[in-house]
């Protein structure tokens, strides 16, 4: 007689039949421990490359945007391509927080953690792009909509790139909120095992006086799940408006209606490759093999395939309508500039269709799914791939565009502006480490929560009490 | 008294207390002075002294210093200076014996801009670049400041004093083309005054075969006036008349003149050109041939033949074709015909002017009534000059060490002579071998006269003081002749005399053209003797075809024979044939590359290689026992087995830091591959020798793509040519083009509404608008060095151009089409910011720094630009211009510019900054910059209009001028219209109206609505050919 359904395939969110204590030591000992050699080796480096970044903007700001390759023709370069790309990343933190907390999937609690702090970290590398292209950078802050005594002069609300603004500003914001409030009980339970006067005091400021009352459990589980509702629009809109840049343009390669959906779905498949590459590494490094389990891994790889396949939807669609449309133009970019392997960025295309198109369909099979190896090395080819396909959007439609006279010379980035790139990767990873060493990079409280829905566990503690005789149940009763 | 104490210990006054208050200050001051805390890193002083100081220099250095910049007004106002208004004053550019009437612009004494004096018959208010460009060369900061003797400064007086003694024996003066009757005169006193001396004019580039022939022919050693305006049909053999050739301003608007059409009346001049290397002439003729240097000769024969009615019987069949074309359009004209030739065998010339005799162009195409003062130097005179002996050379505007095809031996001609004095502005190749370097005024600061042609006068006026201790040299020799009077005065008492009482002196120097007979038309034909002409058709017949590579040296529009390259301006104008700036290249053909560099360019791939890095293959070239390398340029139109090479280059780098690039001269001087046959210098060489290097060397190119048409499709949205049969066939080709490509949004009538979700608005007032005929545009660049002029465009060097960072706000585009890829159809398209109705620049700028005025004007407010470049980005045209570095040095950045190329440094020193136009602000580095319209002239016009009380007027009807655009005023064929296109009388309506079947837009399908607009090229090519075709 069972109380609760139980599937016999479904396998269980954690392994090795935690306790609830159990759970808190793996995931909070890290903190309180000593961080280990590799930790120290991977911060500095980190630290070193964001050093590098920054005096790669240092240049780009003293002496102009010309320390960067970008031309006449070719206004935007590397530094869209990883806007584009670094804000793909942080989609995934906020489709496994809210959309998979909206639609119940238990799985989630595993990495939504980890996940949602990479989405913030990735959105802030992303700011960083818009921000400091800029020429005048020193400037930046005509982008804000505030009243002023220049007219008043407002901003332009029909420029995209304001879109941009208000809708990276949003998102990071609601991201913020959502990841910090998740927190909460966590920090609470770090500052209530904190042995040091300092930990307990600065545990305690983060955490906001958590007592884990249970009028704090219900207002904690409804501002969850009104950020939830907030930001999974935010999850399409974000991406969406980042496709506007592009879309409602009039330039041959980025004037398409079919912007929003592939944008969408090539920011899901490219965040989900991202937080595959950190989750493969983070539960081998800090052994929460239990928690972080192949079964996540499966999930992520089937997400792959699925947003793989979209986006290579999208780009055969785009190639078919370069082809259908019979515009010159986009018949150009999309069948020369692009599908050209022998024109001169064609090596871009066809890394793009091989990295995101073509690899990803090897998770078809389960026993790839559930390869480390092939997940980790998948994982890095899709955000190669996913870069390759912001360079090929902005680059090979800007080179060659409408009137051949202004077709570009060969662009290739200068130091500084590869600099400026590791130097985005250098915060990313420097953030990471931070957040990996100073908060429980698993959430605590919620893998609690669904400790006890996995069957096996449920199995193993019920099977006792299934076995009694209703006896048994009034002789203990009695007693 | 009570006692009040304060511790116990005071009250019992113990021991301890005692000493306690002996050591109450136990611890020593650090000031006292046993020295151990005075010894210490920072004592207490130094402390505070750092403290104080490092307090400072970090307020200082927070403070965000902005680099000063001095400006002093004026003490007094001079009478005629009004702050903020510009003067005029009409004058002349004078370069060896190029002289061209001009205005120059001057606001606060300084003059900033040049224009085209619309009183002059012969150029009509037309400019070139290197007109355009002269401004700069008076704030050139290799002009000689000083006089010197022998390197060390002098004053005039020691050098009078000096020369006095110094000047005997065999005198000469060796000048360029001298065409200033009062000058003229001074030299005649001079003459005069030391008996064994003489006068030699001396040019870089000869012409002396054409002045030869017509002493044969016509017994006048003289260039007749070509008028292109009257030819119906015009060929040319190797003459680069619309960009080099004799007097190409004047060419350029005559020529245009036989290339415009209206609707009603579809005329025009046909044009066919035989060249060797492509040049700005061929690329804009009807139709062009390709031959051999060494095959001039053979074509001439044949074209005479021809004429004759015998068929040419040439090797290459393609110009038997070319011929037999040729001479049936000269002999159809009826006279209204006219052959040139660039070639400096007199041989040749003569049969040219049989040619010209046969088909009846003397009197009508050709005048010898009004000869061309321009080119007048005889090569046999120099050459006859280098091997006399010579106690005193006088050298005037000439650089024969630098341009002479013997150059060492005119070196050592120089050094062997005794007194060696120089006239000129800078210490040139020539110059610097000179013992008395006398520095001239720049035109600008110059009084003068030129007699351009026959009874056409045009004066010089100084519009400045002279900046440096220079004198002009006719003050020189008048002092050198002994006269009291100076050159001004001497100037004066000529015109006086000649004028009359009827010409007042103010007047024509106010004018600054006078033309005494006003019509340019002569009276009758000038007689023509035959004499020569069987000997020269047997001289001919025998001179060989080589079988080898030959070389064509030539002059490049805006460098002409070394003058411009040490203009910044000029060097970095766009080549017009190769769209190049700052370099000396090899011209090859795409049929040679195959050979020579393994470049096939109908191969994609490798035409994209080929065009997308700059770094091009190097060669190195020999002949005549020399050798230079240089990298290699594929310029179709190019004869198969010829190469070109541009002169001008490897100059000295005394003549300006342009010439120079990463501390080398830049290219070669290809003078020296000149030779001197028959006394004549030839720019041909029959047999170079070209082997490919392993270098690379880059080239600044901007434009790499040539081509319009795409396998995916043919842009005829971007470039509509036609064929004059064609528009005969039916008028209405380029509208019904047009129909179809906006046949899905609504087609031409409804377009403007129905391509859009959007309301079509009225817009009353003014609202700007240009129109350009493709038919008169030759592509020259005056447009281009007149907008950087007037719109303080920054010069980006080398290293920039490079990297595809040119800042022109105005280009010209120059494409190939037709299916010969080797000898293609050329078109070129001025290309500025089309001012779109629909600007799709103004729509995504986040800040709205870019927006549309009331007038049509899309506008770029610098100051609120934040520089994403968006903007950039969505312009169809790629027009706007975005500051990648500090260029101007107009942030407040400091010292953040000084790894820019040197061209960039030069035009920032004070000197150079004088030419900058006050009425515009200079960039500062992160904005984007483009083509306003010129809006300071705008404004300016409009307000001359409001204080005449009437409405604005832009010629047509009323053929007043409020106001011409920059590129609109430079331009020598008028191809260029602006004005109000609300205003249905003024000329840009008209000229809209008056091609309505040619007119069309840019990109127009893309609902932009551009406000230049464009009249589509239309080649004068053969009736039966069209036929052909259709079947």
């Not at chain 1, 006067?197 to 009028?215: A, C, D, P, V």
């Not at chain 2, 090229?1017 to 259709?1030: M, Q, T």
Request: hydrophobic share 40%; aromatic share 12%.
């Amino acid at each position: 007689m069972s109380l609760k359904y139980e599937s016999q395939l479904r396998e269980p969110l954690v392994y090795g039949n935690k306790t609830y204590h159990q759970v808190t030591e793996d995931i909070i000992r890290p903190i309180e421990a000593k961080p280990s050699k590799l930790w120290y080796i991977g911060f500095y480096i980190s630290v070193a490359l964001l050093l590098f970044g920054v005096y790669s903007i240092y240049r780009d700001v003293t002496y102009g945007i010309g320390q960067w390759n970008l031309n006449k023709t070719i206004g935007w370069g590397w530094d869209i391509t990883n806007f584009v790309w670094w804000v793909g990343i942080g989609h995934a933190g906020t489709l496994i927080s809210a959309i998979l907390l909206l639609f119940r999937q238990g799985w989630r609690t595993g990495v939504n953690r980890a996940a949602e702090a990479m989405t913030i970290f990735a959105v802030m590398c992303a700011g960083q792009f818009p921000i400091w292209h800029m020429g005048r950078v020193w400037m930046a802050f005509f982008v804000m909509p505030y009243p002023n005594s220049r007219g008043p002069l407002w901003v332009n609300f029909n420029s995209p790139l304001l879109w941009d603004v208000f809708a990276i500003s949003t998102y990071f914001t609601v991201s913020l909120l959502f990841w910090y409030s998740g927190l909460i009980p966590d920090l609470a339970t770090v500052r209530d095992r904190a042995k040091t006067k300092l930990r307990k005091h600065l545990y305690g400021i983060s955490s906001f006086g958590w007592t884990g009352s249970t009028k704090h459990w219900q207002r904690h589980e409804s501002l969850s799940l009104v950020l939830a509702g907030l930001s999974t629009p935010l999850v399409l809109s974000v991406h969406t408006i980042v496709s506007f840049d592009f879309a409602t343009s009039v330039i041959p390669g980025w004037h398409t209606t079919i912007f929003p959906p592939y944008f969408v779905a090539g920011a899901v498949f490219s965040g989900f490759a991202m937080v595959q590459s950190l989750m493969v590494v983070v539960r081998k490094v800090f052994g929460m093999e239990d928690y972080i389990t192949m079964g996540h891994i499966e999930a992520m790889n089937k997400v792959i395939v699925l947003t793989g396949s979209i986006v290579g939807i999208a780009y055969l669609t785009e190639l078919f309508m370069g082809w259908y449309s019979q515009s010159k133009y986009e018949g150009y970019t999309f069948w020369y500039s692009r599908a050209n392997l022998f024109s001169p960025y064609g090596w871009s295309y066809w890394g793009m269709m091989a990295c995101n198109v073509v690899s990803p369909q090897i998770f078809w099979s389960r026993k790839m799914r559930r390869n480390l190896y092939v997940t980790f090395f998948m994982s890095v080819l899709v955000n190669i791939g996913m870069w390759f396909e912001r360079f090929v959007i902005i680059v090979t439609s800007l080179y060659r565009d409408y009137l051949p006279s202004s077709w570009s010379v060969y662009y290739s980035p200068s130091v500084w502006e590869i600099g400026f790139y590791a130097g985005s990767f250098g915060l990313f990873f420097t953030c990471f480490f931070l957040f990996a060493k100073y908060m429980p990079v698993i959430a605590v409280a919620e893998i609690k929560y669904v400790l006890k829905i996995s069957g096996e566990s449920y199995k193993d503690d019920m099977s006792a009490i299934e076995n009694k005789e209703a006896g048994e149940f009034a002789h203990e009763f009695a007693h | 008294m009570s006692k009040h104490w304060q511790s116990f210990g005071e009250l019992n006054n113990t021991e301890a207390y005692q000493k306690s208050l002996q050591n109450e200050f136990k611890e020593e001051l650090p000031f006292e002075a046993d020295g151990a805390l005075m010894d210490t890193q920072t004592p207490r002083r130094d402390f505070l002294k750092y403290l104080g100081f490092t307090t400072a220099a970090a307020a200082l250095a927070a403070s965000c210093e902005v680099p000063v910049k001095k400006s002093i007004p004026f003490a007094n106002r001079p009478e005629d200076i009004v702050p903020g208004v510009a003067n005029y004053y009409a004058t002349t550019y004078v370069q060896d014996g190029d002289a061209v009437s001009v205005v120059a612009k001057v606001r606060d004494g300084r003059p900033i801009k040049i224009e085209g004096n619309d009183l002059s018959p012969i150029t009509g208010g037309g400019t070139s670049a290197r007109v355009q460009a002269s401004v700069l060369d008076l704030y050139d900061g290799a002009r000689l400041r000083f006089p010197t003797i022998a390197g060390n400064e002098a004053t005039f007086e020691a050098i009078d004093k000096e020369l006095a003694t110094a000047i005997g024996g065999n005198v000469v003066i060796l000048s360029s083309t001298i065409n200033s009757p009062s000058s003229l005169e001074v030299i005649k006193q001079f003459l005069a005054k030391y008996p064994n001396s003489k006068h030699v004019q001396y040019d870089a580039i000869s012409y002396s075969g054409i002045l030869a022939a017509n002493k044969i022919c016509y017994g006048k050693q003289a260039i007749p006036s070509y008028k292109f305006d009257n030819a119906k049909a015009i060929v040319s053999i190797g003459a680069d008349f619309l960009g080099t050739w004799i007097s190409p301003v004047e060419y350029a608007r005559a020529y245009a003149k036989g290339k415009k059409l209206n609707a009603k009346n579809p005329v025009m001049s046909r044009h066919i050109a035989f060249e060797t290397v492509a040049s700005l002439t061929g690329s804009n003729a009807d139709e062009r041939f390709l031959h051999r240097p060494s095959e001039t000769s053979a074509v001439v024969l044949g074209l005479l033949n021809a004429i004759n009615g015998t068929a040419p019987n040439l090797t290459d069949k393609k110009l038997n074709v070319g011929i037999e074309k040729a001479a049936k359009a000269l002999k159809a004209a009826n006279g209204n015909a006219l052959v040139v030739c660039g070639s400096n065998d007199m041989n040749v010339q003569i049969v040219v002017n049989a040619i010209n005799e046969a088909i009846g162009a003397n009197g009508k195409t050709i005048d010898f009534g009004t000869v061309n003062n321009t080119r007048q130097a005889v090569d046999s005179d120099f050459t006859a000059l280098l091997d006399s002996k010579v106690d005193t050379l006088i050298l005037l505007n000439s650089n024969p060490a630098y341009t002479w095809a013997e150059n060492k031996k005119v070196e050592n001609w120089v050094k062997g002579i005794k007194t060696t004095i120089s006239f000129n502005a800078k210490a040139d190749e020539t110059s610097m071998l000179c013992k008395y370097q006398i520095p001239l005024h720049h035109y600008l600061e110059s009084w003068g006269d030129a007699e351009i042609a026959t009874n056409h006068f045009s004066f010089l006026q100084p519009t400045i003081n002279p900046l440096f201790k220079t004198r002009q040299w006719q003050d020189s020799l008048l002092k050198w002749t002994g006269s009291v009077v100076d050159y001004l005065g001497t100037l004066k008492t000529f015109w006086s005399a000649k004028l009359g009482i009827t010409n007042s002196w103010d007047k024509v120097l106010q004018d600054g053209v006078w033309t005494p007979i006003p019509t340019m038309v002569s009276g009758s034909p000038a007689t023509f003797s035959a004499a020569g002409v069987e000997a020269a058709k047997t001289a001919l017949a025998a001179a060989p075809v080589s079988k080898n590579i030959e070389l064509q040296l030539y002059q490049k529009v805006a460098i002409g024979a070394g003058e411009g390259t040490s203009n910044p301006w000029l060097m970095e104008m766009p080549d017009p044939v190769t769209r190049a700036t700052w370099d000396n290249y090899l011209i090859v053909s795409p049929a040679m590359a195959k050979d020579l560099l393994k470049i096939d360019l109908a191969n994609n791939g490798q035409a994209d290689a080929y065009e997308v890095h700059p770094k091009k293959k190097v060669v190195e070239i020999t002949a005549g026992g020399k050798t230079v390398k240089l990298p290699v340029l594929i310029i179709p139109g190019t004869h198969p087995n010829t190469v070109g090479i541009a002169v001008g280059y490897g100059r000295h780098k005394n003549v300006g830091r342009a010439v120079i690039d990463e501390d080398k001269s830049v290219g070669a001087n290809a003078f020296q591959f000149a030779t001197v046959t028959n006394g004549a210098v030839n720019f041909t060489v029959a047999d170079v020798k070209l082997s490919l290097t392993s270098d690379l060397y880059p080239v600044g190119l901007t434009q790499t793509h040539n081509i319009y048409n795409t396998d995916q499709g043919n842009r005829t949205e971007v470039m509509k040519e036609l064929t004059l049969a064609e528009l005969k066939h039916n008028p209405n080709e380029v509208l019904e083009d047009r129909e179809k490509e906006l046949a899905p949004y609504g087609g031409l009538e409804k377009f403007r509404q129905d391509g859009s979700i959007y309301k079509a608005y009225d817009k009353p007032g003014i609202k700007w608008g240009m129109s350009i005929d493709l038919n008169a545009c030759n592509g020259c660049g005056a447009c281009v060095v007149a907008c950087s002029a007037e719109n303080n465009v920054s010069v980006v060097g080398k290293a920039e151009v490079l990297r595809f960072h040119d800042m022109q706000w105005l280009r010209i585009d120059r494409y190939y089409s037709g299916e010969d890829a080797d000898n293609p159809k050329v078109v070129f398209q001025p290309l500025m910011c089309q001012h779109c109705d629909n600007a799709p620049c103004e729509n995504v700028c986040p800040v709205a720094a870019t927006n549309h005025s009331s007038e049509g004007l899309n506008q770029m407010t610098y100051n609120r630009c934040i520089g994403t470049r968006y903007c950039a980005n969505n312009c169809p045209y790629k027009v706007r211009r975005f500051n990648w570095a500090d260029y101007m040095q107009a942030d407040s950045f400091a010292n953040n510019s000084s790894d820019l190329n040197d061209a960039v440094q030069y035009m920032n020193e004070d000197l150079t900054r004088m030419v900058l136009n006050p009425d515009v602000t200079v960039r500062s580095r992160g904005v984007i910059e483009k083509c306003s319209f010129c809006v300071q002239r705008l404004q300016e016009g409009k307000l001359k209009a409001k204080k005449a009380s009437r409405p604005l007027e832009t010629g047509g009807e009323s053929k007043n001028w409020d106001l011409k655009v920059a590129c609109q005023q430079s331009c020598p064929t008028e191809a260029i219209v602006f004005g109000n296109v609300n205003d249905s009388k003024s000329a840009v309506s008209a000229h809209r109206e008056e091609n309505a079947n040619r007119l069309f837009y840019s990109l127009e399908q893309l609902h932009i609505m551009p406000n230049v607009s464009y009249m589509a090229k239309v080649r004068n090519i053969e009736e039966e050919e069209h036929k052909a075709k259709e079947a």
